[in-house]
């Protein structure tokens, strides 16, 4: 099939296909880049991301790891052409340190602040969604995954506000998808009320950004961890996975699916 | 069906499953564990594991990190109730600080230390795999995958080496799962030449672990990063990926495949 991506993005790639004998093939390779964020001056954290949306994981990402609360916590947003982030904050705070961080299991992203385990909110969201509203927007998720059918190398994210609001995210991690998405919800001022779709397992730093955004419902294609399953209870998260065409599991709180 | 596994790595849980109706389930839940590790007193790293091979993942993560060049450098590791780790070393040296980790797109690790993004080694194996064999190793490691089958939650890891030597492993980061093989191969003192197998994407890091630990062959079941393919060029690695039952892709060197 020929796709059409942004050259920034892919790059096609000469490579030898097995299949019985050898023969040359083109594949479409996702690009993976650095970036190094400096928060008011002071080195925050170096990130690998795909070269797309970094000013909405770089806010998803302050705000997942409780730097900051809102858009207006930044007074300045840059990107360099070397890749550098710079943000300043209006009321500039500690960022942490080593030993404040924890490597998670996860694609991308990979470490959250300890704060959080400690800070889990309660969401008290009243928020339903029907379970056929769940697989319909899983179709939207799985229709528009044309990056990861081409590079089979990234995870997708898919946020659906009870306000009509939609945003997507695609990142070779699946931390970086839901930071993208957060990110996307801080930067709009938008409520993060409704359900949020990821290709990627439920591992207790998923669930933390989430809580953290208080979206009351996280569903996935796969997995969640026990961990993540304890921390979506801690935050009264309704939480399901293995997600298919027709058929979903429920791992916590079905009551806000009809 | 009914798997067995040990009850300190997976919990049966009750789920809700829908599929035009809702009916109660049982889903087998893999646990993810924090643990933090101290190097000679001095706080390393905090990581999520599944419960199992945490000395494989010790020893792999201080390799790849470059704080040990072989078990010989650790003279003492104990794993503590609390799940902390302690390690201490014959040659005690800095362990770099927060502003020389990059935090990866991985599955598990996460995070590698900048140094060894300018420190890759060039491999010169002279070890060679044929095409048959590749696909026999991918599915003997396909074969072996009853704990993602059952919790649709962890990578696995497979390195079969030029000796004869067989090592597997599993964790929810696929980061992890390449630390613990090359902790099992820092461990029992064997040759990394020979052939690793992963079923998680080839991103930078991945490579990054790979190179340090000289493994020739470099196989996924998915595909590389743009990144990855420049550092597996860069180490003179061989590296296939888009692994099925029958075929696979090369994205650098075939030379190494016969």
Redesign the interface.
């Known amino acids: 099939m020929q796709w059409k991506f942004s050259k920034k993005l892919i ?1 096609r ?1 000469k ?6 004998t ?1 023969a040359e ?1 083109e ?1 479409y ?6 970036h190094n964020i400096y928060v008011n001056g002071e ?1 925050f ?5 795909i070269p797309e949306k970094q000013k909405e994981f770089t806010y998803g990402f302050l705000f997942t790891s409780g730097i900051i609360n809102n858009s207006d916590d930044v007074v300045n947003y840059r990107m360099c052409e070397n890749y550098n982030i710079y943000v300043y904050l209006k009321d500039p705070r500690p960022l942490g ?3 404040t ?11 959250v602040l ?1 704060k959080t385990y400690d800070d889990i909110k309660t969401i008290d969201s009243v928020f339903k969604i029907s ?1 056929v509203d769940i697989l319909n927007h899983f179709r939207v998720l799985e229709k528009e995954s044309d990056l990861h059918s081409a ?3 990234v995870h997708k994210a898919y946020f659906a506000g009870s306000g009509g609001d939609r945003i997507t995210s695609d ?4 931390h ?1 998808t839901i930071d993208k998405i957060i990110g996307g919800i801080v930067l709009k001022g938008l409520s993060s009320d409704g359900i949020l779709i990821s290709t990627g ?1 439920l ?3 998923m669930i933390l950004k989430c809580s953290r955004a208080e979206i009351p419902v996280v569903v996935s294609r ?8 304890d921390l979506a209870k801690k935050s009264n998260m309704t939480l399901a ?2 997600t298919g065409k ?6 916590h709180d ?1 009551g806000r ?1 009809e």
Do not use: H, Q
């Open positions: 790059t790639y490579t030898i296909k097995y299949d019985g050898f093939e594949s390779i996702i690009k993976e880049i650095r080195f954290a170096s990130v690998m991301l340190n080593n030993s961080w924890t490597i998670t299991s996860g694609c991308g992203g990979g470490k300890d379970a590079t089979r190398c990142d070779i991690g699946r970086n397992r591992t207790s730093e796969t997995a969640p961890s026990k961990l993540g399953i996975g293995l027709k058929r979903f599991t429920v791992f079905p699916i």
